[in-house]
């Protein structure tokens, strides 16, 4: 029986990433905006049944792939960071590797963004999350640790604000063209960062 679940399961994954996969090539190929959730159907070679009953919109397609993103990045990112002696230094290194990262993706960021926010307070029922508070809540738990972040705050807490510090940056940077992502990651890090230190 727990065999055949993993099966189903595994038979599951495949689909849904070849479906986000197919989204993905048809949107750089076309464009976002120009690409029907019928064409990605078409494309994919399954019934338009079979995608709604895995994705409600395309832009639950684009979150599949930038959280599988996430994940597949997240090893080695985390021994990455684990080489830099302070958690202010993995967070600033964590954050310019997201603005590089975002830089790539811009285009698809705004629909992203607007799809996750709506369904903020909701996720667990309907897709899922990135992730993103587990690593940041690592990284601010090492501070602690040493020392270097003061205890008396829960550390997943802290990263939730975080998250959301996160996602206000990215969304003042997509609304000005000629923003410097990196900048600003850099002066909202340095806000909380400070807000965090441990003061003897």
């Known amino acids: 029986m727990a065999e055949e679940s993993g099966r189903r399961e595994r038979k599951r994954r495949q689909l849904v990433d070849h479906l986000a ?5 048809l949107f750089q190929d076309r ?3 120009a690409v029907t959730m019928e064409a990605i159907a078409d494309a994919a070679d399954v019934a338009k049944g079979t995608l709604y009953k895995h994705f409600a919109a395309k832009e639950a397609l684009l979150r599949h792939r930038f959280h599988r993103d996430l994940a597949e990045a997240l090893p080695q990112l985390q021994a990455e ?10 967070l ?4 310019q590797r997201s ?8 285009t698809y960021l705004g629909p992203y963004l607007r799809f996750h926010l ?10 899922g999350r990135s992730g993103l508070d587990h690593v940041l809540a690592g990284i601010i738990t090492f501070g602690q640790q040493t020392g270097e ?8 807490l802290a990263a939730y604000y975080l998250v959301f510090f996160h996602l206000g940056v990215l969304l003042r940077w997509l609304d000005q063209p000629q923003g410097d992502l990196t900048f ?7 806000l909380f960062v400070q807000g965090l230190e441990h003061r003897p």
Not at 92 to 95: I, L, N, T, Y
Not at 99 to 106: C, E, F, I, L, T
Not at 118 to 127: K, N, V
């Open 99 to 106: 603005a590089a990262w975002s830089r790539q993706r811009r």
């Open 184 to 190: 600003e990651y850099r002066v909202m890090l340095d």
């Open 21 to 25: 996969d197919t989204a993905w090539a």
């Open 31 to 33: 464009g976002y905006d």
């Open 149 to 156: 972040f003061r205890r008396d705050i829960d550390p997943a």
């Open 81 to 90: 960071l684990a080489l830099l002696p302070t958690a202010a230094a993995r």
């Open 92 to 95: 600033r290194a964590f954050f």
């Open 118 to 127: 709506q369904e903020a307070g909701t996720e667990g029922q309907t897709g």
